[in-house]
């Protein structure tokens, strides 16, 4: 039996990366897809990168519950 090979360090940042913007994305209501990760012109990525540079982020939960808010 062979033993499974260790990942890379490219691999698992990769991996790091991909779940550090889908909990920005679900903590700030933004649409992910892992087809979105390192693309410069996917909206979400975007301002996933304007948050880790350390820049505020519009937060699309707050946004939708004052349109829901400004219905009634």
Known sequence: MSQAKPMGEDITRI????ESY????VQFGWVFDEKGLYNKNNKSWENYLKFKDGKRV???WVKDQK??????
């Open 58 to 60: 519009p937060n699309n």
């Open 67 to 72: 349109r829901r808010k400004s219905r009634r």
């Open 15 to 18: 991996f790091d990366d991909l």
């Open 22 to 25: 889908k909990k920005f994305c």
